[in-house]
């Protein structure tokens, strides 16, 4: 009994090694793997067994991962496969599986075992395909956000593993909004992250949300739409304007302000500085050099009449001065000034040659 369960576990290792197994196993990235190959070769005699492990990348180049043989284990690993690639199990009691974590993209392709004993060969052959979920997309907006215009929303994940599809929604911020998007929106079918809101209104405003969604996962990114007036606009722009022309008067009066106090000041300054027109130049004495004795006395006594002329001059004033008071009893005398200036303006200095008393009136 014993004899024909042996002959049947190795008719069915025989087909098994004739014809083969096919698997396709997809994962995403970061994740684990164990890609499997089971026999039953190796029970009988273990020191003749022989695993091997290929790999065929997607360009179509083939090259060995991992071998058992001789009873070591022999690794052509790379430095990204150092670490992560390995006999899953006890490869030596039926179990040569092959296990990569954490998954890369680089490790896709068709995976191949070979296990021999004795001149016998099971093969096995693994399709892995690794999934990348979509990076997080970015959402843009463009167009005008006043009422009666056109908005196209844009989205869109840089990687990812194709064909990543897009989802535009409305996030419900209060009660009552709606979750679809407004009635009048259309999908670019050729650009399934493009969304065209056609004829703002104010109830279009809101928070919109686009997914970007594949295979291995889904990622999202929002953008809000805040729909204006057109009134409104022009408000504030002239409020912008009002604003900027008030600033400019207010700089305008405040230049005007200290120009004028820097003239005053200027003026302040200068003014000492002036030379009146109708002020009498001071008169310079001049001294004539004597060459002989008798020139000096003729000056001295030449200055000394000139010192008793000026002297009865200013006697001749105070007279004045006392008799054109009024005195009860007596008649006013007056008094005027004869010569070559009489005629036209008051005289600057009054002289005693020139002054004559008039003869009295009776009262």
């Avoid at 989802?167 to 259309?186: F, T």
């Avoid at 027109?277 to 004795?293: I, T």
Wanted: glycine fraction near 8%.
């Amino acid at each position: 009994m014993s004899r024909l369960l042996l002959l049947l576990l190795w008719l069915v290792s025989y087909s098994i090694g004739t014809l083969g197994t096919h698997t396709e196993i997809k994962r995403v990235a970061e994740e684990k793997v164990t890609l499997p190959c089971h026999h039953q070769l190796g029970l009988p005699e273990k020191d003749t067994l022989d695993i091997e492990w290929l790999l065929t990348d997607n360009e179509g180049n083939q090259k060995v991962v991992i071998t058992y043989s001789s009873r070591h284990v022999y690794s052509n690993l790379t430095e990204e496969q150092k670490g992560r690639v390995a006999f899953a199990s006890n490869f030596l009691a039926g179990d040569a599986s092959l296990q990569i974590e954490p998954l890369k993209p680089s490790d896709e392709g068709r995976y191949s075992c070979k296990v021999k004993n004795s001149g016998r060969y099971v093969w096995s052959h693994v399709i892995l395909k690794v999934l990348v979920r979509p990076s997080k997309p970015k959402c843009e907006l463009e167009g005008e956000l006043t009422e009666g215009s056109d908005v196209t929303l844009q989205c869109e994940s840089a990687s990812g593993t194709k064909p990543i599809m897009y989802y535009w929604q409305r996030i419900r911020e209060k009660e009552g909004e709606d979750e679809h998007l407004p009635p009048k929106s259309r999908i670019d079918y050729n650009n399934p992250g493009r969304v065209l809101l056609h004829n703002l209104t104010m109830a279009s405003s809101g928070l919109y949300q686009c997914t970007a969604g594949n295979e291995a996962g889904k990622e999202s990114c929002v953008v809000r739409v805040t729909v204006q007036y057109v009134q409104s606009i022009g408000m504030v722009a002239g409020a912008v304007t009002g604003m900027v022309a008030g600033a400019l008067l207010i700089f305008l009066l405040v230049w005007l302000l200290i120009r004028r106090k820097d003239k005053e000041r200027y003026e302040e300054e200068e003014r000492p500085n002036e030379i009146r027109e109708d002020a009498e130049a001071p008169k310079a004495r001049l001294v004539k050099p004597s060459s002989s004795s008798s020139g000096s006395r003729s000056s001295r006594s030449g200055s000394s009449s000139t010192r008793s002329t000026a002297n009865s001059a200013s006697r001749s004033q105070r007279t004045l001065s006392t008799e054109a008071a009024p005195q009860p009893g007596l008649a006013t005398h007056a008094y005027s000034l004869v010569g070559p200036e009489g005629r036209g303006s008051e005289p600057k200095k009054v002289h005693h040659a020139t002054l004559t008393k008039a003869e009295p009136h009776p009262a």
